[in-house]
């Protein structure tokens, strides 16, 4: 599978597909490259500010797209349902020379939904991990 496809079949469009590309995947875990976030423009900025429980969506779209890599076909639909465990290292994102990398590492997976471990830095600073359930459905193509 070629990983712009994963990204292709991601439910987030334009701005929201915060998700820039895939470095690798495997089936246990998924390493990703975000997109810059340093314009004052990025969606998950408030009032210009990157608070980092806000990258909780990385961790959610990371895992989203490692899911798609597996049993679901085609498009597919996911809702973050659930938080568990997250740690917020920093209370804001204040460097913004490098891409944010995300990996999720997936701990359950099965028609009906999905479990990851998530974790989002740059620059060798952990900004943010945790654990997010995911409800995934799988949409006719």
């Known amino acids: 599978m070629r990983f712009d496809t994963v990204l292709e079949r991601m439910p987030h469009k334009g701005a929201m597909r915060l998700i820039d590309r895939i470095i690798s995947v495997n089936e246990a875990e998924i390493h990703c490259l975000g997109v810059p976030h340093g314009d004052a423009g990025y969606p998950l900025r408030l009032d210009g500010i990157l608070y980092t429980a806000n990258l909780v969506e990385l961790g959610a779209q990371a895992a989203a797209a490692h899911a ?23 209370s804001i994102v204040t460097d913004c ?44 193509e």
Do not use: C, P, W
């Open 68 to 90: 798609s890599t597996g049993d679901l076909k085609g498009n597919h639909t996911g809702l973050l349902i659930g938080l568990q465990n997250v740690d917020l290292v920093t």
């Open 97 to 140: 020379s490098d891409n944010l990398h995300i990996t999720a590492r997936q701990l359950h997976f099965d028609g009906n939904g999905a479990l990851y471990d998530f974790e989002v830095s740059s620059q060798g600073q952990k900004y943010i991990e945790g654990r997010a359930t995911l409800k995934m459905q799988g949409e006719a």
